[in-house]
């Protein structure tokens, strides 16, 4: 969690997790704004902590995600309740220390990048059926050893593969890739944006078409990256801020509504003191505040999407108690 609204991105000790990406599936936009708050019930798995990841499956109206369990120093696989917060236990995800604020959900498939403790980075993946079947594979550079540090992968169901970012080694180039889930075997597309970058909150998501992403440049501009993956072209468009607001230095949460063109996310408005929901249009970069998320002072970057409902892990103060906040459109 981070105060004041504000989103980084890094690696997590002891478990620790952020981050989700779009799903698409049934739902409804209803054009009126509001929001739900509800409080993560942990009364059956007391020791789970940092709980993150969170991936909607809109056909079984559950979320999947991660948490850290402290008793048993593991981490593993749970399900959320979004009528009522209830978290359970659904596998164990072994040989895991750390996590990686990235994960995304499609077709029953659910993905997400951790390491171990010797610092080894793997791709884990939950297929979703009767039972959970984990599998954790280390990403494999062969095709692209200049590159390192996967990030910001986005399922494409329709063809099976992953697609995501990762820094090359020698100038910090950012470059688009994809990865082949049954193997970890990483591909370079081709390049983004050159070095040295950084990417904005981890923010990503997908559109079946465009894969998009937040980045900041060493003149410190806030661009999205939008890629067509299929023939590979890359438009970077410079993001602007809500009228009145300021939320460009922890804007995140990006997900895409397909049928309207749209990114939606919040950030926090350091000119009047207040976590926004807000849009903005990709082939534009023009933001619009679109509500307030009243009593939220503290986010993560996870969050989650399907027509009309948003679903994020934020906190008030004070307590920092954490919420999933259900966000509908």
């Known amino acids: 969690n981070n105060t004041g609204g504000n989103n980084t991105g890094g690696n997590n000790t002891g478990g620790n997790v952020t981050v989700g990406n ?39 109206d559950i979320l999947y995600g991660y948490a850290w369990d402290s008793a048993n120093s593991e981490e593993v696989f749970v399900s959320i309740d979004p009528s009522n917060g209830v978290v359970s236990y659904l596998a164990t995800i072994p040989g895991i220390s750390m996590v990686h604020p990235i994960s995304t959900y499609n077709d029953d498939e659910y993905f997400a990048v951790m390491r171990d403790n010797q610092g080894v980075i793997y791709l884990v993946q939950v297929s979703i059926s009767s039972t959970y079947t984990v599998s954790v594979i280390p990403f494999d550079y062969t095709n692209a050893p200049n590159l390192e540090l996967v990030g910001g992968i986005e399922y494409d169901e329709v063809n099976d593969v992953l697609y995501g970012f990762a820094f090359d080694n020698s100038n910090d180039d950012i470059n688009s890739v994809s990865i082949d889930p049954s193997n970890g075997m990483v591909t370079e597309l081709g390049l983004i944006s050159t070095g040295p970058v950084s990417v904005t909150a981890l923010s990503t998501t997908f559109d079946g078409t465009n894969y998009y992403i937040g980045i900041r440049n060493d003149q410190g501009d806030r661009l999205l990256g939008t890629i067509t993956v299929d023939t590979f072209s890359v438009t970077l468009t410079a993001i602007t801020n809500p009228a009145s607001a300021n939320v460009m230095e922890s804007f995140a949460g990006f997900e895409i509504e397909s049928s309207n063109g749209l990114i939606y996310g919040y950030g926090w408005d350091t000119d009047n003191g207040e976590e926004l929901f807000v849009s903005f249009d990709p082939s534009t970069g023009i933001m619009t505040s679109i509500g307030i998320l009243t009593g939220i002072t503290l986010t993560t970057s996870t969050s989650t999407y399907v027509i009309g409902n948003f679903y994020a892990i934020m906190a008030g103060s004070p307590g920092k108690t954490q919420y999933l906040i259900h966000i509908q459109i």
């Open 22 to 60: 779009t799903t698409e599936c049934s739902g409804v936009m209803s054009g009126t704004f509001s929001f739900t708050l509800t409080t993560f019930d942990y009364s059956a798995h007391p020791d789970y902590t940092n709980l993150g990841g969170i991936e909607i499956d809109c056909d079984a």
